[in-house]
């Protein structure tokens, strides 16, 4: 299985800030020590221009890249504009890309970062910058490796950027099951949204979970899928207000994997958010998921085109 690493791309940020930017450091360090032998570590390149327009406007493309942002926007975001940010947002897309096109030889790909899921075509929030999901399946589209792409967002927090780029699409469906009193405050519509009561665990989740994929496969057939594996849902969460255990994210992990691989759909893997209280229970969520997607590469394997 190829994994793609991004941590080495890092957004300076002030001193005290909450997002939690070592944790990427982190688990690459863990995979190394533990997967690298069974497993390929890459660093992606970054996303190009042409791939950023696919999913998002001109006019918003440009001003990113120059520092052209208002106070506003920067705050909306959540972190300070640097050339470092743009690359760093760059290498994130690419991961994905690189990703899902590894997705199609092997049936499992990761990036160990990625999701930046609240990215709109034209605007941004939530420290997303450039939407990786989106630019990702436009790339593979436009490349003709794959036509039809399914999003399973499992992040607490919904996929509200991914679901305004791609409402009206027949081609992307847009799953997303979250916290229904989570930020965005205000939701978009996604193509299926399963809304979570605060203080939802492990039975209710899985439930809700193996329900909504059933409702999305007796609609859609992918050729290839992103999977938004979110730390955020646990207990331990700062942002979460869920309560799944780490049992229970692994069993949501192998559920969502092990579904798409027996349908033969290939799968790349994000990471998502997470803020959990001690953040080595972020990073050790975030390795089960690439030690139960390790465990099933190849599993899903199918030809939709060449893949590099």
Same mark, same amino acid.
């Given at each position: 299985?190829?994994?793609?690493?991004?941590?080495?791309?890092?957004?300076?940020?002030?001193?005290?800030?909450?997002?939690?930017?070592?944790?990427? %450091?982190?688990?690459? %360090?863990?995979?190394?020590?533990?997967? *690298?032998?069974?497993?390929?570590?890459?660093?992606?390149?970054?996303?190009?221009?042409?791939?950023?327009? $696919?999913?998002?406007?001109?006019?918003?493309v440009v001003r990113v890249i120059r520092g052209r942002l208002s106070r506003e926007e920067i705050r909306r975001i959540g972190f300070p504009w640097s050339e470092a940010m743009v690359e760093r947002s760059r290498r994130s897309a690419g991961a994905?890309?690189?990703?899902?096109?590894? @997705?199609?030889?092997?049936?499992? *790909?990761?990036?160990?970062?990625?999701?930046?899921?609240?990215?709109?075509?034209? $605007?941004?929030?939530?420290?997303?910058?450039?939407?990786?999901?989106?630019? %990702?399946?436009?790339?593979?589209?436009?490349?003709?490796?794959?036509?039809?792409?399914?999003?399973?967002?499992?992040?607490?927090?919904?996929?509200?950027?991914?679901? *305004?780029?791609? #409402?009206?699409?027949?081609?992307?469906?847009?799953? @997303?099951?979250?916290?229904?009193?989570?930020?965005?405050?205000?939701?978009?519509? *996604?193509?299926?949204?399963?809304?979570?009561?605060?203080?939802?665990?492990?039975?209710?989740?899985?439930?809700?979970?193996?329900?909504?994929?059933?409702?999305?496969? @007796?609609?859609?057939?992918?050729?290839?899928?992103?999977?938004?594996?979110?730390?955020?849902?646990?207990?331990?969460?700062?942002?979460?207000?869920?309560?799944?255990?780490?049992?229970?994210?692994?069993?949501?992990?192998?559920?969502?994997?092990?579904?798409?691989?027996?349908?033969?759909?290939?799968?790349?893997?994000?990471?998502?958010?997470?803020?959990?209280?001690?953040?080595?229970?972020?990073? #050790?969520?975030?390795?089960?998921?690439? $030690?139960?997607?390790?465990?099933?590469?190849?599993?899903? #394997?199918?030809?939709?085109?060449?893949? @590099?």
């Amino acid at each position: 299985m190829r994994i793609f690493a991004t941590d080495h791309f890092v957004l300076p940020l002030p001193e005290g800030h909450r997002f939690p930017m070592e944790k990427y %450091a982190r688990l690459r %360090a863990l995979v190394e020590a533990e997967l *690298s032998s069974r497993h390929e570590i890459r660093i992606p390149e970054p996303a190009t221009d042409a791939e950023l327009l $696919r999913a998002h406007t001109s006019d918003y493309v440009v001003r990113v890249i120059r520092g052209r942002l208002s106070r506003e926007e920067i705050r909306r975001i959540g972190f300070p504009w640097s050339e470092a940010m743009v690359e760093r947002s760059r290498r994130s897309a690419g991961a994905t890309i690189g990703a899902c096109r590894a @997705s199609l030889v092997d049936g499992v *790909s990761v990036n160990l970062a990625g999701a930046t899921h609240h990215a709109f075509a034209d $605007r941004r929030e939530g420290y997303c910058v450039f939407n990786d999901s989106a630019i %990702a399946i436009r790339a593979l589209q436009a490349e003709g490796r794959a036509r039809r792409a399914l999003i399973v967002d499992g992040d607490v927090h919904q996929g509200n950027g991914t679901a *305004s780029i791609f #409402a009206g699409d027949h081609d992307v469906f847009t799953f @997303s099951i979250h916290g229904a009193r989570n930020f965005p405050h205000r939701k978009e519509k *996604s193509d299926l949204d399963v809304e979570l009561e605060d203080g939802t665990g492990d039975a209710e989740y899985l439930g809700a979970l193996d329900e909504g994929l059933c409702r999305v496969f @007796s609609r859609f057939e992918p050729d290839m899928a992103i999977f938004v594996a979110g730390a955020d849902p646990y207990e331990g969460d700062r942002l979460g207000r869920l309560r799944l255990t780490r049992e229970g994210l692994a069993a949501r992990d192998r559920y969502v994997l092990t579904t798409l691989a027996g349908r033969g759909v290939p799968v790349a893997v994000t990471m998502a958010g997470g803020y959990a209280r001690r953040m080595e229970d972020t990073v #050790a969520i975030h390795f089960e998921t690439v $030690r139960i997607a390790g465990g099933l590469a190849r599993a899903g #394997a199918r030809a939709v085109g060449t893949g @590099s």
